[in-house]
C-alpha cells in the first residue's frame, strides 16, 4: 500500500522534470490536483532540504541534491562499469582488445576499451562514435534490435565504403545480419579498418532488449587462428554481463 506523502513527493518530481522552466506553488498544486496549503507545505520543504531550487520568479525546478543521488544511481545502473571485471576477464583469456560500445543517436559509441599487450592500434577510443554497418558492434546492434528499428536506422543511414570489404548494398547487409541472428554473434571482417577483424556479442537488459555490445578485436590473421575458441568466451562473456543487469536466459 502506497503513502500518500510519499506518492505526492515523487508526483512533484516528475511533474518538475517535465517543467525545465519551473513551477509555482500555485501551478503544481493546480497540475496535480492537489490542495494548495499541503503543496505549499510539500514544495517548502523539499526545498529547504535542496531538493528543489527556487528562482527569482518563485518557481521552483529540480534541486542539486537529486544530482547528487541521480549520478549514484545511473553508476550503480552503468552497464560499463557493470561489465570492467568480465571484460578484463574475456581480454586475459584471449590476450586480444575487448570492446564494450552502446547505441546513441543511431551510432554505436564506444564506452570502454580494455588493451592487450600486444594490442594492434585501432582508431577505436571510449568516447568516440562510428557506424553501425560497418563495425562488428554496430552490427551486433542491427541484428539484435527489433527489425522496425533495424529498418528505421538503415533507412536513414548512407552505406559508404569506408575499405574495399565495407558491405554497401542493403540486401547483402540485411542477408548477413540474419545469419549473426542465428549465430548469436556478429563479425566485422576489415569493413571498418584493414587489417582488423573483430567478433562481437549483444548485451540483454532485463527486459530482453539488446543494451550494449562487445568485441574482440585484433590482426586478422591471429584471429581467425582462434575464431573458435574467442567465439567461446566471447559468448560466455555476454551471457554473464547480461545476467548481471537482470536478464534472464531461456
Not at 515523487?10 to 501551478?27: D, Q, S, Y
Not at 543511414?157 to 540486401?171: A, C, E, G, N, V
Not at 556479442?201 to 530482453?208: I, K, L, T, Y
Request: hydrophobic letters at 35%.
Amino acid at each position: 500500500m502506497s503513502v500518500k506523502s510519499a506518492e505526492r513527493v515523487l508526483r512533484v518530481f516528475e511533474l518538475l522534470a517535465l517543467h525545465k522552466e519551473g513551477l509555482t506553488i500555485k501551478e503544481v498544486s493546480e497540475l496535480l490536483s492537489f490542495p494548495q496549503s499541503s503543496t505549499s507545505t510539500l514544495v517548502k520543504t523539499l526545498f529547504e532540504e535542496g531538493y528543489l531550487s527556487q528562482d527569482a520568479l518563485k518557481k521552483y525546478k529540480l534541486g542539486p541534491k537529486l544530482i547528487q543521488i541521480g549520478t549514484v544511481a545511473m553508476e550503480s545502473l552503468d552497464i560499463s562499469s557493470q561489465g570492467q571485471p568480465f571484460l578484463k576477464k574475456l581480454m586475459e583469456e584471449v590476450q586480444e582488445t575487448v570492446f564494450m560500445a552502446l547505441l546513441s543517436d543511431d551510432e554505436l559509441v564506444y564506452v570502454a576499451k580494455i588493451d592487450n599487450n600486444r594490442s594492434i592500434r585501432t582508431t577505436a577510443q571510449p568516447g568516440y562514435r562510428k557506424p553501425l554497418y560497418c563495425t562488428g558492434l554496430g552490427k551486433a546492434f542491427l541484428a539484435f534490435l527489433p527489425g522496425e528499428k533495424r529498418s528505421e536506422i538503415l533507412d536513414k543511414t548512407p552505406l559508404i565504403s569506408i575499405t574495399d570489404k565495407t558491405i554497401t548494398d542493403r540486401k547483402t547487409l540485411e542477408k548477413e545480419l540474419e545469419r549473426y541472428i542465428d549465430a548469436g554473434y556478429s563479425i566485422d571482417d576489415e569493413e571498418n579498418e584493414e587489417g582488423l577483424f573483430c567478433l562481437a556479442a549483444p548485451v540483454f537488459g532485463a527486459d530482453g532488449t539488446i543494451q550494449a555490445a562487445i568485441s574482440v578485436a585484433g590482426p586478422k590473421e591471429r584471429m581467425l587462428t582462434r575464431k573458435d575458441f574467442i567465439i567461446d568466451k566471447l559468448l560466455r562473456t555476454s551471457k554473464q554481463i547480461s545476467e548481471s543487469i537482470g536478464h534472464t536466459s531461456n
